[in-house]
């Protein structure tokens, strides 16, 4: 497998306590504390916590987060330098969650909150056009891999395999077998994701996702290139650049013209098509 690209670090998973005595201050330097929102689903009355995620107000309880000897675990347990306290966070002084949007968070608390019946229903793969599921599942598995819940990494990580066959197009009510970009950057995601968590069972089966995928009609060789050049995937690749160099000079040219290929594209393709044409 690839180098993980932009692994998370531990700086990334450490809080910023915010000071907001008068309802005019900002918070996080930049953010007026009167246009923050409370989170619809995730501000429990009698929550221990507050967290100010990107304008979002959630505030939840710690039990929830010291699961699976998460980050939060530690976090919690760290004295405010300012007060010598441990962060409790509240409206005026929230736990600042930096790098993540209220959705990644939001799917997050979904994992730690949801009953039973909620869990099944939304790990169960399906086959009418609904991805919503499947990015809740993406955003679960980056989230518990940047603050080490990982066995709920683990299963979030397995969740998305079993969705894998399921991905499909759905275009007024008939499920289309050519390639659709929704479910191109589903795949990618779901690739950056298995390169990140080092799951290798999930990289293999997205690879062979895309090769099926590539095999279809028409499908967005450009695309392709770019994304087997940045996961180093050099097979997926060398298919992709002979199918396009099959189609042509001109083609190659009017992809350039509207941004889709490189110089650096266009010189392995002419480079290519010599070498077939000398042997």
């Not at 919690?76 to 962060?87: E, I, K, R, S, V």
């Not at 008939?174 to 990140?196: H, K, N, Q, T, W």
């Amino acid at each position: 497998m690839p180098a993980k690209p932009d692994d998370f670090t531990g700086e990334e998973c450490q809080s910023e306590r915010v000071q907001s005595n008068t309802p005019n201050e900002t918070v996080g330097e930049q953010m007026p504390s009167e246009i923050l929102v409370h989170d619809p689903d995730y501000y429990i009355e009698d929550g221990s916590v507050v967290f100010l995620v990107d304008g979002v107000l959630f505030k939840v309880h710690k039990s929830r987060l010291t699961r699976d000897s998460s980050t939060f675990e530690t976090l919690f347990d760290l004295p405010n330098t300012d007060q010598g306290q441990q962060p409790e966070g509240g409206d005026a002084d929230p736990v600042v969650l930096q790098g993540d949007t209220p959705q990644q968070f939001r799917s997050l608390l979904w994992a730690l909150y949801a009953l039973p019946h909620d869990i099944i229903d939304s790990s169960t793969p399906n086959s009418n056009g609904d991805w919503r599921n499947f990015d809740r599942f993406c955003d679960l598995s980056l989230m518990a891999h940047k603050y080490g819940f990982e066995s709920l990494e683990r299963w979030a990580l397995s969740i998305i395999l079993r969705w894998l066959p399921f991905l499909q197009c759905k275009s007024e009510g008939v499920f289309a077998i050519d390639v659709s970009m929704p479910i191109l950057e589903r795949l990618r995601r779901g690739l950056a994701l298995a390169v990140l968590c080092d799951d290798q069972k999930l990289h293999a089966a997205i690879i062979l996702r895309l090769q099926d995928e590539l095999t279809r009609p028409n499908p967005d060789l450009p695309w392709f290139i770019i994304l087997a050049e940045e996961f180093q995937l050099h097979t997926l690749a060398g298919t992709a650049y002979y199918a396009l160099m099959l189609q042509g000079r001109s083609r190659w040219i009017a992809l350039a013209q509207e941004g889709r290929l490189t110089h650096q594209h266009l010189g392995r393709l002419h480079s290519g098509y010599y070498l077939l044409v000398e042997q």
